[in-house]
C-alpha cells in the first residue's frame, strides 16, 4: 500500500558529507512523522532523527551538531545531511514513516512502513 525508499548512501571519508533521501509513494493519504534509525553491525537498531508533518525536529544525542533532518511534504520526501565525524556512523540506515494510507471505500488505515536501508560506510 504504501512503500519507502532511501538513496544516497555509500562510502565516505570521515569528516564528509553524505545526503540521504527517501520518498514515499503509495495510497498515501497523509504522512505523519518521518525519520532516520541505523543499525551498526551487531547492534539494535537506533533512532538518528524525527521530524514531524510541521517541521519539528528531534535528534540522537550522538548526531546533534552534525546531522540535519529535513522533509518536502509536496513530495513525500525525508532527507539526512550527514556531516560524518567518524567511522562509527557506519551502519545501515532506515527511514521510516507513520502513514494514514486509503484503502478504499471510504477507509483508511495508519500504518508504521519501513525502507529496506542504505548501507553508509565511513572510512578512517
Known amino acids: 500500500q504504501v512503500q519507502l525508499a532511501e ?3 555509500g562510502l565516505v571519508q570521515a ?8 520518498a514515499a509513494s503509495g495510497n498515501i493519504f497523509r504522512i505523519n512523522d518521518m ?5 551498526a553491525p551487531g547492534q539494535q537498531r537506533k533512532l538518528v532523527a524525527i521530524i514531524s508533518s510541521g517541521g519539528s525536529t528531534n535528534y540522537a544525542d550522538s548526531v546533534k551538531g552534525r ?3 529535513s522533509r518536502d511534504n509536496a513530495k513525500n520526501i525525508v532527507y539526512l545531511q550527514m556531516n560524518t565525524r567518524k567511522p562509527d556512523d557506519t551502519a545501515v540506515y532506515y527511514c521510516n514513516a507513520t502513514v494514514r494510507a486509503y484503502v478504499g471505500a471510504g477507509t483508511y488505515q495508519d500504518l508504521e512502513v519501513w525502507g529496506q536501508g542504505t548501507l553508509v560506510t565511513v572510512s578512517s
Open 7 to 9: 538513496s544516497g548512501g
Open 15 to 22: 569528516g564528509g558529507s553524505l545526503r540521504l533521501s527517501c
Open 35 to 39: 525519520g532516520w534509525y541505523r543499525q
Open 67 to 69: 546531522f540535519t533532518i
